[in-house]
């Protein structure tokens, strides 16, 4: 049973007479236990033992706390806390110790309670001497979440407030697309063109068998803007063929297509992003990485920090901006 948990395999599919018949067959002299019974008499001794073994890896040593509010398919807010035990040479495992439903609106009183309520259960006797050894919160820039935190440094004077850093660096890229709004209908439109068209999807594999489809990037998933970006700067030509093929008439996204194709700073700005900004989406993907140390994500936002100073125009300074306002935002 435990091989199920560990696989995250519901128990539920103990009901499953197929899956049940291949246990039987081959777990020779062992009943299989129904599903009601497991929940009821077993779950329970799996957890107590989990938090054990949890226990034992976070009694002592310095640790890192992070926390943030998620929303679920219902609709219901979510709080998490994780931490794990800082080591200095390698990376250590990071734990979930609980997740709260919470029905209030998330403020910075809500979650630093859920904070010391989680710890102290975690902790026992041996909380109030690891509440001295928090070393490290990290969380994203809400304004909640900065209240919170403050409570927390006011507990934990030795505390660091750290918040996101690819957070910080996707508020740059959403910034350079609020800065490019040609660029940006253009991926909006292309994006409308072939969603639930399959006779246009044709026509461009017929005509570019080799290349991908245009991206549908999310604006809620970092970086896929500007990497979409990317994609059409590399393949501006092979877009503008296939989109010259559609009837303008049938829809008004290639309409707009059209538009913004017949403007000639449309393939300068594309080359402007793709140029200036094109190693974003790299350096998010490299940061979201749980292996990554602290002194890592620093060098790669200084590196960030070094391009963004050297872009031109009026561009160039409002990003500029932002930047320094990321990086106020990142160490309190």
């Known amino acids: ?19 049940r018949s291949f246990l039987l067959k081959y777990c020779v002299g062992h009943d299989i236990p129904e599903e009601s019974l497991l929940r009821k008499t077993f779950l329970d001794k799996v957890f107590e033992n989990q938090v054990v073994q949890i226990r034992q890896e976070l009694l002592e040593g310095f640790f890192w706390v992070s926390m943030n509010v998620t929303i679920d398919f219902l609709g219901r807010k979510i709080v998490h806390l994780l931490v794990t035990n800082l080591k200095p040479n390698k990376p250590s495992s990071c734990y979930l110790i609980a997740s709260k439903v919470t029905s209030e609106i998330a403020n910075g009183t809500t979650i630093f309670n859920f904070f010391d309520e989680t710890l102290r259960w975690l902790w026992l006797n041996k909380a109030e001497q690891n ?4 070393i490290m919160f990290t969380s994203d820039a809400v304004s909640y979440m900065l209240n919170a935190g403050r409570k927390i440094k006011a507990k934990c004077p ?14 740059i890229a959403e910034e350079v697309r609020n800065q490019f709004k040609d660029v940006d209908n253009f991926v909006d439109n292309v994006k409308k063109i072939f969603l639930k068209a399959p006779s246009r999807v044709k026509t461009f594999k017929e005509m570019f068998p080799d290349l991908p489809l245009p991206p549908k990037p999310i604006i809620t998933r970092w970086g896929t803007w500007i990497k979409a970006v990317c994609y059409f700067q590399h393949h501006y030509n092979e ?3 296939v989109l010259e093929l559609f ?48 002194q890592f994500a620093l060098e790669k936002l200084n590196e960030l920090k070094t391009k963004i100073d050297a872009v031109p125009r009026d561009v160039g300074i409002r990003l500029q901006e932002k930047m320094a306002a990321v990086l106020q935002k990142i160490l309190i």
């Open 1 to 19: 049973m435990m091989m199920m948990i560990a696989a995250n395999i519901p128990w539920i599919k103990l009901n499953n007479k197929h899956f």
């Open 239 to 241: 877009v503008r063929t």
């Open 247 to 294: 009837d303008p008439r049938s829809s008004a996204a290639i309409r707009n297509c059209r538009e913004l194709m017949d403007k000639p700073e449309l393939i300068a700005d594309l080359n402007f992003v793709a140029n200036n900004f094109g190693m974003i989406p790299e350096i998010i993907q490299m940061l979201e990485s749980s292996k990554v140390s602290v």
């Open 131 to 134: 509440f001295k050894n928090i």
């Open 158 to 171: 030795q505390t660091l407030h750290v918040t996101c850093i690819v957070h910080g660096i996707h508020r």
